[in-house]
């Protein structure tokens, strides 16, 4: 699935190509993605200049005068800006075709991603309204981390995990977090101290940043809008390598059992 540092990826890549076009129709071949296409969603976009392309954990924003559209790209989505005459493929879904001949295009196989309409204030979308803060946002830190985890029983991975805790730290970036940070992910969050915390929140955000520079992890489906596939899975320290060694102290990693996503750790770095 692609997560924060792919779709900042996504959105830096699309962004040049769509400020100031203005948008001169939306075709929609086929609405029966995660929740179906607005059946107004052509009407209300045709003729609308995009303004602004913004990011809010894993959704996309396509501001215009008239209001903003979300975009999620799911499990396996991806944006490209293309030749509008590009025939579609199998399961290209959305075309947002511009005044300069070109077209910005989803695809997603799965079709577990969305379109909406967010209208003036898409923070306000019951999507959108109850995130937590952006990990690279004023308001998010170790401090912040440590208040919010007193007396949960939830392990820490999970933890940090929740979009309603923080945006954008999915399964890839949570693994690695912690074992930069040196958390075991199965601690329990109400029982880390605060010092550890604001370890942790260094962690993330570095991790993010490192993944974003390296424009984002190629696992599965995902490569970013010129095609061309993130890099940061060659750095990846822990996740995907259960029972190779650990590349700081040479033990062999684990992975917790019974996890509905897979949780790589080292017993001896972390705990």
């Known amino acids: ?109 799965r079709r577990f991603g969305c379109v909406l309409w967010g209208g003036d204030d898409p923070f306000a979308h019951p999507l959108l309204a109850s995130l937590g803060p952006e990990p690279h946002s004023a308001s998010f830190d170790g401090d912040y981390l440590f208040e919010l985890s007193r007396g949960r029983k939830v392990n820490v991975k999970a933890f940090i995990m929740n979009s309603h805790v923080v945006v954008g730290v999915g399964n890839i970036y949570a693994n690695e977090s912690l074992f930069r940070a040196g958390i075991h992910p199965g601690r329990a969050a109400g029982r880390i101290s605060r010092e550890r915390y604001r370890t942790l929140a260094t962690a993330i955000c570095g991790i993010l940043a490192d993944a974003i520079a390296q424009g984002g992890t190629t696992l599965r489906d995902f490569t970013h809008s010129d095609g061309k596939p993130g890099y940061f899975s060659q750095q990846l320290q822990v996740y995907g390598r259960a029972g190779q060694p650990c590349l700081t102290c040479s033990a062999a990693l684990r992975q917790l059992p019974g996890e509905a996503r897979a949780t790589v750790y080292c017993a001896h770095c972390q705990h």
Not at 15 to 31: F, I, K, N, Q, T
Not at 70 to 80: D, E, F, P
């Open 1 to 109: 699935m692609p997560e924060l540092p792919e779709v900042e990826t996504t959105r830096r890549g699309i962004e040049p190509h769509l400020l100031s076009r203005r948008v001169e129709r939306v075709v929609v071949r086929d609405a029966r993605l995660r929740w179906p296409v607005p059946e107004d969603l052509p009407e209300r976009v045709a003729g609308a200049c995009i303004d602004a392309v913004e990011r809010r954990g894993k959704y996309l924003l396509l501001r215009s005068e008239r209001g903003a559209m979300i975009v999620h790209l799911g499990m396996s989505g991806s944006l490209r800006v293309l030749p509008a005459e590009t025939p579609p493929a199998k399961h290209d879904h959305i075309d947002w075709v511009l005044d300069d001949g070109r077209c910005l295009r989803l695809r997603d196989p």
